[in-house]
């Protein structure tokens, strides 16, 4: 499968976009809606922040407890399921009066439903694509993810505005509702991809599986670690240049979604093994440019160039399908999200420590650094060639 058309003419696929399209609009919306909504209540900047990205730390706890059920679940009734919880937890976040501990236990217990949400849909993309269409397919959920997230910014600062926060957030609501109404009316019943009932002890005992491959570990380390560094990076965009963080965040933007396009798209599969360390070491050497102090054109070009190597992402995801056996690929999936998120927190937080002792100049180039030696460590765990659809059976 190398062409969009023909992605799109595959049964289900459009359904599947639909989704993703519609619920990151939906989550980008109630995010934007309660930071406001917090920041108002408490005047604190920390908590207006943790209202909107603390449930990425409750995805971590679901990878240990909940991700069992992305494969023993049916994929249809799992997806409008979710997108019902969604829905309802967003209406609550909307309540007037709602207390401030309130509004975090609420977006805690979504954090773990998002948990199980990645494992689900990534294992059906997985499902519902012939042999090798995986990474074209993921390819352009990730830019539609890219394209709503700005779309759901300007559009929720428009209904923040105009509806206030908490129609905002009832907005929201809607389209999570709207997003499973197209799950179950366009998605096909599928059995679980996996035996058996959900259960924490089942999730660590694939958890336990996934991790004693030596290959899969070295492919979950290279998804997790080196980008997770360069989000680290990003972190302090505002610190390094106060009046331009903006338009440096929109150019790495540019930049990933360029990626997207040339993982996807462009990249023969008898480059990409070599393709993918390439791309990672792009994605950390030029923020080695940065403590120097360039002009800002210079640090914008940087950043462009070296946004383009999470397109790696793609590819390392696409081997770790290869080496995953297909009763486990939607928490192998939901793994990989979680611990990506986690690594993301761990690396943002280390950029602020860095940055607070030396400067932020000198944090990127540290956390740049770092990520260029964790990727050349990586490299003799990730030799074997992979070819895409072939499923390992360790």
Same mark, same amino acid.
């Given at each position: 499968?190398?062409?969009?058309?023909?992605?799109?003419?595959?049964?289900?696929?459009?359904?599947?976009?639909?989704?993703?399209?519609?619920?990151?609009?939906?989550?980008?919306?109630?995010?934007?809606?309660?930071?406001?909504?917090?920041?108002?209540?408490? /005047?604190?900047? $920390?908590? &207006?922040? !943790? +209202?909107?990205? #603390?449930?990425?730390? *409750?995805?971590?706890?679901?990878? =240990?407890?909940?991700?069992?059920?992305?494969?023993?679940?049916?994929?249809?009734?799992?997806?409008?399921?979710?997108?019902?919880?969604?829905?309802?937890?967003?209406?609550?976040?909307?309540?007037?009066?709602?207390?401030?501990?309130?509004?975090?236990?609420?977006?805690?217990?979504?954090?773990?439903?998002?948990?199980?949400?990645?494992?689900?849909?990534?294992?059906?993309?997985?499902?519902?694509?012939?042999?090798?269409?995986?990474?074209?397919?993921?390819?352009?959920?990730?830019?539609?993810?890219?394209?709503?997230?700005?779309?759901?910014?300007?559009? /929720?600062?428009? $209904?923040? &505005?105009? !509806? +206030?926060?908490? #129609?905002?957030?009832? *907005?929201?609501?809607?389209?999570? =509702?709207?997003?499973?109404?197209?799950?179950?009316?366009?998605?096909?019943?599928?059995?679980?991809?996996?035996?058996?009932?959900?259960?924490?002890?089942?999730?660590?005992?694939?958890?336990?599986?996934?991790?004693?491959?030596?290959?899969?570990?070295?492919?979950?380390?290279?998804?997790?670690?080196?980008?997770?560094?360069?989000?680290?990076?990003?972190?302090?965009?505002?610190?390094?240049?106060?009046?331009?963080?903006?338009?440096?965040?929109?150019?790495?933007?540019?930049?990933?979604?360029?990626?997207?396009?040339?993982?996807?798209?462009?990249?023969?599969?008898?480059?990409?093994?070599?393709?993918?360390?390439?791309?990672?070491?792009?994605? *950390?050497?030029?923020?080695?440019? =940065?403590?120097?102090?360039?002009?800002?054109?210079?640090?914008?070009?940087?950043?462009?160039?070296?946004?383009?190597?999470?397109?790696?992402?793609?590819?390392?995801?696409?081997?770790?399908?290869?080496?995953?056996?297909?009763?486990?690929?939607?928490?192998?999936?939901?793994?990989?999200?979680?611990?990506?998120?986690?690594?993301?927190?761990?690396?943002?937080?280390?950029?602020?420590?860095?940055?607070?002792?030396?400067?932020?100049?000198?944090?990127?180039?540290?956390?740049?650094?770092?990520?260029?030696?964790?990727?050349?460590?990586?490299?003799?765990?990730?030799?074997?060639?992979?070819?895409?659809?072939?499923?390992?059976?360790?």
């Amino acid at each position: 499968m190398r062409t969009y058309r023909e992605l799109f003419r595959t049964p289900e696929y459009p359904a599947l976009f639909a989704i993703v399209s519609v619920q990151v609009a939906a989550t980008t919306v109630s995010g934007l809606a309660l930071g406001v909504l917090v920041y108002g209540a408490t /005047g604190s900047p $920390l908590l &207006s922040a !943790l +209202s909107m990205f #603390g449930s990425s730390f *409750a995805q971590v706890f679901g990878a =240990l407890v909940l991700l069992s059920a992305a494969d023993r679940l049916p994929p249809r009734a799992a997806s409008a399921g979710l997108a019902l919880v969604f829905g309802a937890g967003t209406t609550v976040l909307a309540v007037p009066g709602l207390p401030v501990w309130g509004v975090f236990v609420v977006v805690l217990g979504l954090g773990l439903a998002a948990s199980l949400g990645g494992g689900v849909r990534y294992g059906l993309l997985n499902e519902i694509l012939p042999e090798g269409g995986y990474l074209l397919g993921r390819s352009v959920l990730n830019m539609s993810v890219g394209v709503q997230q700005i779309g759901g910014f300007v559009v /929720g600062g428009v $209904l923040v &505005s105009e !509806l +206030s926060p908490r #129609g905002a957030l009832l *907005a929201a609501a809607g389209l999570f =509702l709207l997003s499973g109404v197209v799950a179950w009316g366009g998605l096909s019943s599928r059995a679980p991809r996996a035996d058996g009932r959900p259960s924490v002890a089942e999730t660590w005992r694939t958890n336990r599986r996934l991790w004693s491959s030596r290959e899969r570990r070295h492919v979950f380390l290279a998804l997790w670690v080196p980008n997770g560094l360069i989000v680290g990076c990003e972190s302090i965009y505002v610190p390094y240049s106060p009046g331009h963080a903006g338009a440096l965040f929109a150019v790495a933007a540019l930049g990933m979604l360029g990626g997207d396009v040339l993982s996807g798209r462009f990249v023969p599969v008898a480059w990409r093994g070599r393709v993918e360390v390439g791309m990672r070491l792009l994605l *950390a050497a030029p923020y080695l440019l =940065l403590p120097w102090r360039p002009p800002l054109v210079v640090v914008a070009a940087a950043i462009l160039v070296a946004s383009v190597g999470y397109g790696a992402a793609l590819l390392m995801q696409e081997r770790l399908m290869a080496v995953t056996p297909d009763e486990m690929s939607g928490q192998a999936l939901g793994l990989q999200s979680a611990g990506m998120l986690t690594m993301q927190g761990v690396a943002a937080a280390l950029a602020g420590a860095v940055a607070q002792v030396t400067s932020p100049a000198t944090a990127m180039g540290v956390l740049a650094a770092a990520s260029l030696l964790v990727t050349l460590a990586l490299v003799p765990g990730l030799r074997t060639e992979v070819r895409p659809g072939r499923s390992s059976r360790r």
